[in-house]
């Protein structure tokens, strides 16, 4: 089947560099996305990537390796405002629809 | 532009009752998509719309949950009867085909609760 794994929980200390990993296992892969959602808030687009290697948008990138069917999202200088989950999100053949994972819950210490 | 808007943004109901929830897309957008959000289950796309045509509702969880997009600029989902575990938060999302990230627009969701 269809699916993307990612940690539930990742905790990191403020100014720090963080890592959040998503492998996926199907078929059809177009792309993968990266959402991030604050608590009692919708999700938000971060980023995509099409292609292997990897896109950056200010203090946040993202990578892709389709060989390994793998991705991740960096980010650098962490501010208490980026706690938060994060989901990666697959695009599947070309009907724009998103698989999703289950979201990395990101703890920020000061 | 105002971005997806739902309504209403909280909805608490008995058991039994029906619900009907709402969504504007962004102007423009051609795909419509229907998620819930639960502690337990995470995001589930429960159908998704092209060109106002349902295209996939395997994700509709039974027959008491109905999706309708009578045009372009408004969708409902409607519940009934509804049931106490229904209870979530409902998002609605919108996309333009071709896009060059397919990003997803996402409404602010409507919390539902069931008693």
């Known amino acids: 089947g269809q699916s993307l794994e990612q940690p539930s929980e990742v905790t990191a200390v403020e100014g720090a560099i963080v890592q959040i990993n998503c492998t996926y296992q199907?078929?059809?892969?177009?792309?993968l996305s990266w959402y991030q959602q604050h608590d009692g808030g919708a999700p938000t687009f971060l980023s995509y990537n099409a292609l292997d290697g990897l896109e950056e948008t200010g203090r946040f990138s993202s990578f892709l390796s389709r060989s390994d069917s793998y991705g991740y999202l960096l980010l650098q200088e962490l501010q208490m405002k980026d706690s938060a989950s994060y989901f990666c999100a697959g695009t599947m053949d070309s009907n724009y629809q998103l698989i999703w994972g289950a979201g990395t819950k990101l703890i920020i210490k000061p | 532009d105002a971005g997806v808007i739902q309504s209403p943004r909280h909805e608490v109901t008995e058991m039994g009752q029906e619900v009907t929830l709402r969504c504007k897309p962004i102007s423009g957008h051609d795909y419509l998509f229907w998620y819930r959000q639960t502690m337990m289950r995470g995001l589930e796309l429960l159908i998704y719309?092209?060109?106002?045509?349902?295209?996939?509702d395997s994700g509709m969880p039974e027959d008491r949950f109905s999706a309708k997009m009578p045009n372009a600029s408004f969708s409902t989902l409607k519940i009934q009867p509804s049931e106490p575990r229904d209870s979530a938060v409902y998002f609605c999302a919108s996309t333009e085909a071709g896009g060059p990230s397919n990003e997803q627009f996402f409404g602010p969701g409507t919390r539902l609760t069931v008693l």
């Open positions: 199907t078929s059809g892969f177009y792309g």
């Open positions: 719309f092209n060109n106002n045509v349902p295209i996939d």
